[in-house]
């Protein structure tokens, strides 16, 4: 079964960092493009950052440029989302997702596999 689980999140102050990673079981990343989404209590799901397979081409929502930045590790099967300077707007689940390959870039739309989530939380 394939199956993405994210980890890392929890409750930071305003200004601090988290480092979250998102780990396949059952199937290996390096086919795939990743992203990373988030959902606010009471907003639609949206997307965070994405990243192609060969890491080459990377995307950001822009009110996360220059704050959080996407990496993956394909040795160890591992996509990370840095997040620096969070700001109580950051706060939601965040999901990362798996979708096919597209002609070396990537974006917010087309993933087939979701993990389940993980609460990150900033507020003093």
């Known amino acids: 079964q394939l199956q993405l689980v994210e980890s890392g999140g929890g409750l930071v102050q305003p200004g601090g960092s988290l480092r979250l990673s998102c780990a396949a079981a059952g199937f290996t990343l390096d086919y795939y493009v990743i992203g990373w989404f988030r959902q606010a209590p009471g907003k639609e799901r949206e997307g965070v950052s994405c990243?192609?397979?060969?890491?080459?081409?990377?995307n950001y929502a822009d009110s996360v440029k220059g704050r959080f930045t996407i990496s993956r590790d394909n040795a160890k099967n591992t996509v990370y989302l840095q997040m620096n300077s969070l700001k109580p707007e950051d706060t939601g689940i965040y999901y990362c997702a798996a979708a096919p390959p597209v002609f070396g870039r990537c974006m917010f739309a087309g993933y087939q596999y979701w993990g389940q989530g993980t609460q990150v939380t900033v507020s003093s």
């Open positions: 990243i192609s397979r060969n890491s080459g081409y990377t």
